[in-house]
């Protein structure tokens, strides 16, 4: 399996700048960048239309957007991801995906990342359109109209809201943003992601939130008096079992 990210911006083009001077396209690459590294750890083959701020296109959009999709047509990756922050004012806030308009695979990839992304972050808000039965936003976006692969646009955060533009700089949101999404690609493409023990380590804990690995995969766990609770069902099935429930006795069956 192959996947291409797409760092919104770059080079010539800072994108939108956030109230304390960060650039959109700083962050856009970091969490790319993020992403991919996870992607590869799971044997998915990586390719990006950049991977620095020295951009291989001219200083011109249109050449601009015409040689990202080259690049991700050239690639021949299953998937495309562009990474964006929006921007609007001091208070709009939320994350939004888009794919292009009717009903195509890239509606199948952008309701995996939403879905993974909402457990991931639960307080963010999500800007959804539910009008055609499906969470993404809709736009013919160059960048996801003329590649071939099923594409998505994924706008984080409001890099212009001055709490969202610190989350968006903080390296605890980006890692867990990009494993969210990672694991968002990997539903799609049939792998399970496993996040890296190196995206433990960088990863600040919270005391009364606790992190659980089983055989490699992360789960979040609770402190309740002293004792750790976690998702039963989920770890037991990582572990190769088989979880039923017993509504009658309201138990939970491992085998
Ligand atoms: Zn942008």
Not at 233 to 254: F, H, S, Y
């Amino acid at each position: 399996m192959k996947a291409c990210g797409d760092p919104g911006h770059g080079g010539y083009d800072p994108g939108a700048i956030g109230p304390t001077g960060i650039h959109e396209a700083d962050v856009n690459l970091a969490v790319t960048l993020k992403i991919g590294k996870i992607l590869q750890a799971n044997d998915v083959m990586m390719s990006y239309t950049r991977e620095s701020n020295d951009v291989p296109w001219p200083s011109n959009l249109n050449a601009d957007l015409a040689q990202r999709c080259k690049i991700a047509n050239d690639s021949g990756a299953d998937i495309f991801f562009s990474i964006h922050c929006n921007s609007v004012n001091s208070t709009a806030k939320g994350s939004e995906i888009y794919t292009t308009p009717g009903t195509t695979q890239a509606d199948r990839l952008a309701t995996a990342i939403n879905k993974r992304m909402k457990e991931a972050f639960p307080n963010v808000m999500y800007r959804e359109d539910w009008s055609d039965s499906d969470p993404d936003k809709e736009a013919n976006f160059y960048v996801i109209k003329n590649t071939r692969m099923p594409a998505v646009l994924i706008e984080l955060l409001f890099i212009s809201n001055p709490a969202e533009e610190a989350m968006l700089i903080s390296g605890e949101y980006q890692d867990k943003v990009a494993l969210a999404i990672a694991k968002g690609i990997g539903d799609y493409l049939g792998i399970n992601i496993i996040g890296s023990a190196m995206h433990l380590l960088v990863q600040p804990v919270d005391p009364q939130r606790p992190k659980i690995c089983v055989g490699g995969v992360i789960f979040d766990g609770i402190i309740v008096d002293g004792s750790t609770y976690a998702p039963v069902r989920a770890m037991a099935e990582t572990l190769g079992r088989k979880v039923t429930w017993d509504e009658k006795t309201k138990t939970v069956v491992i085998i």
